[in-house]
C-alpha cells in the first residue's frame, strides 16, 4: 500500500489563511492604535469642555460688569445734561454717533470730574474684558467641532478596518476556526499556569516583589527600580477579568480595551492612571525586561499596546477587537519584535 500524502490543498489552505491571519493581526494593531488616540482626542474634548464652562463663567461676570458700568454711565450723563447746559456737554450728548465716539467726547469735556473718569475707565475695561472673553469662546467652540470632526474621522476609519478584517475572515473562515480553536487551547492552558504561578506567588510571597525600599544598585553601578507594592494586588485583579471581551474605548468590567483594562485594574488598588497606552508610559519608573516584576506595564508597537506583566515572562492583557482579555508571552514573536519597554507604578 502506498504511503498516505497529506492533500496539498488543505496545506495551502492553511498557508494562506495563516498568511491572512496575519493580516487581520497587522489590522488589529492599527485598530487598536486608533482606539488609543480616540481615548486621547476625548481627554482633549473634555478639557475643551472644561475650558469652554469657565468662559462661559467669565463672559457672564465681564457683561454683567459692563451693563452695570453703562448704567452708571448713563445716569451720570443725565446729570451732566440736567445740571449744566454747558454747550460741550451738549456736543457730547447729541453728536455723538457711537458709544467710542461718546466715550472719547467725554474726556475732552471739562466737567467729567475723577469720578467721571474712573467711571468711562471701567466702561472701557469691561467692553475689553466682553470682546476678549468672546473670542476665546468662539475659538474653544471651534476646537470643540474639530476634536469632534477628528472622532468621527476616526470611528469611520475604525469601522472601515473592521468591515476590511470581517470580509478576511469570512473568506477562509474554516481553516481559520481550527487556527484559531488551536490558539484558544493553548491560550487556555497559559491562563491555567499563569493562575497557578499566581497563587503559588501569593501563598508563598517571596522578598523580591513584597518588600519596598529604596532603588537598589547593581555591582556595575545600574540603577534598578525598587518593587512595587502593588504587584501582587493588581495581578491578583487583573487574572479575575480573563474573557472579558474587548471593546474599544472600554475601561469597565463589560469590555476593555489595552489601556482602559490597565487602568481599571489599577484604579481598583487606589492608584490613578491615564486611559492611554502613551500616557501611561510616563507613570511610574522605567524597569529593564530582566527586571521585570508582577504588575509591571509592558509596552509594545510604538506604544500603541500596553500589557500587565504576571511573571514567567508572560503578561495579561486586552489585545484587539473580536479578542478577550488573555495572559500572552514576551516571547511570542509579535510581541517580542514590537516590545518598547516597561514602566514600574510605586
Known amino acids: 500500500m502506498p504511503a498516505a500524502v497529506a492533500d496539498p490543498s488543505v496545506s495551502s489552505k492553511q498557508a494562506e489563511a495563516q498568511r491572512v491571519l496575519g493580516q487581520i493581526h497587522q489590522l488589529d494593531m492599527q485598530v487598536e ?46 446729570a451732566l445734561y440736567t445740571s449744566d447746559a454747558n454747550n460741550s456737554t451738549l456736543e457730547v450728548l447729541l453728536g455723538s454717533k457711537s ?21 468711562l475707565g471701567e466702561v472701557r475695561k469691561f467692553r475689553t474684558a466682553v470682546a476678549l472673553r ?27 478596518q473592521l468591515a476590511d478584517r470581517q470580509q478576511l475572515l469570512a473568506s477562509i473562515k474554516t481553516e481559520i476556526a481550527k487556527i484559531q480553536a488551536a490558539e484558544r487551547a493553548r491560550e487556555a492552558q497559559a491562563a491555567a499556569a499563569a493562575r497557578a504561578r499566581v497563587a503559588t506567588q501569593e501563598s508563598t510571597p517571596s522578598a523580591d516583589t513584597t518588600v519596598v525600599g529604596a532603588a537598589a544598585t547593581t555591582a556595575e553601578g545600574v540603577s534598578v527600580a525598587p518593587p512595587s507594592p502593588h504587584g501582587g494586588g493588581v495581578v491578583g485583579v487583573a487574572m479575575g477579568y480573563l474573557g472579558t471581551p474587548y471593546v474599544w474605548g472600554g475601561a469597565a468590567p463589560g469590555g476593555f480595551d489595552c489601556s482602559g483594562f490597565v487602568m481599571y485594574v489599577y484604579s481598583q488598588v487606589g492608584v490613578s492612571l491615564p486611559h492611554n497606552a502613551a500616557a ?21 508597537d510604538g506604544l500603541g499596546h500596553v500589557g500587565l506583566y504576571i511573571g514567567g515572562g508572560q503578561f495579561v492583557h486586552a489585545p484587539h477587537t473580536g479578542d478577550v482579555v488573555k495572559v500572552s508571552s514576551l516571547s511570542d514573536s509579535w510581541y517580542a519584535s514590537t516590545y518598547v519597554g516597561a514602566r514600574r507604578i510605586l
Do not use: W
Not at 473634555?46 to 451693563?67: F, T, Y
Not at 468672546?134 to 472601515?160: F, P, T, W
Open 134 to 160: 468672546e473670542g476665546q469662546l468662539k475659538r474653544a467652540h471651534q476646537k470643540q467641532r474639530d476634536l469632534v470632526a477628528e472622532k468621527a474621522r476616526q470611528r469611520q476609519s475604525i469601522e472601515g
Open 33 to 78: 492604535q486608533a482606539a488609543e488616540a480616540y481615548n486621547l482626542a476625548n481627554d482633549k474634548l473634555a478639557s475643551i469642555k472644561r475650558e469652554l464652562r469657565d468662559n462661559e463663567q467669565a463672559l457672564g461676570v465681564a457683561r454683567g460688569n459692563l451693563k452695570r458700568g453703562q448704567k452708571t454711565l448713563a445716569r451720570r450723563l443725565v
Open 280 to 300: 501611561q508610559f510616563g507613570s511610574g519608573v522605567p524597569v529593564s525586561r530582566d527586571q521585570l516584576q508582577p504588575g509591571d506595564l509592558v509596552f509594545f
Open 99 to 119: 458709544l467710542d465716539d461718546m466715550l472719547n467726547r467725554l474726556d475732552t469735556v471739562n466737567r467729567v470730574s475723577g469720578q467721571d473718569t474712573h467711571v
